[in-house]
Nanobody
Framework: QVQLVESGGASVQAGGSLRLSCAAS????????MGWYRQAPGKQRVLIAA???????NYSDSVKGRFTISRDNAKNTVFLQMNNLKPEDTAVYYC????????????WGRGTQVTVSS
């Protein structure tokens, strides 16, 4: 399994933008699905965006139209572009990998904190 390290989190005002990065320790080109999760204070970790090898992506309703996931297989990196941020986007953001399209990795990185103030 590759190790995943998230970065790019920050404190921003509502309406602002951030770009998160997820750097993998090895090749991600063969990994079926890469995804971004987030965990808000007192809540469960939830999947908000995913992208498959072919570049097709899916989003949760809460971020659809505002967030964009992308993957650069050559750089072994996955990105999450977040626009029009809202206070309810405040959370720790994690990336994960689903190598065969059936099971996400059971281990997690440290995540990166995003705080949006009104």
């Amino acid at each position: 399994q590759v190790q995943l390290v998230e970065s790019g989190g920050a404190s921003v005002q509502a309406g602002g933008s951030l770009r998160l990065s997820c750097a993998a320790s090895g090749s991600i080109s063969s990994i079926a699905v890469m995804g971004w999760y987030r965990q808000a204070p007192g809540k469960q970790r939830v999947l908000i965006a995913a992208i498959n090898r072919g570049g097709n992506s899916n989003y949760s309703d809460s971020v659809k139209g505002r967030f964009t996931i992308s993957r650069d297989n050559a750089k072994n990196t996955v990105f999450l572009q977040m626009n029009n941020l809202k206070p309810e986007d405040t959370a720790v953001y994690y990336c994960n990998a689903d190598p065969d399209g059936r099971n996400w990795y059971s281990h997690w990185g440290r995540g990166t904190q995003v705080t949006v103030s009104s």
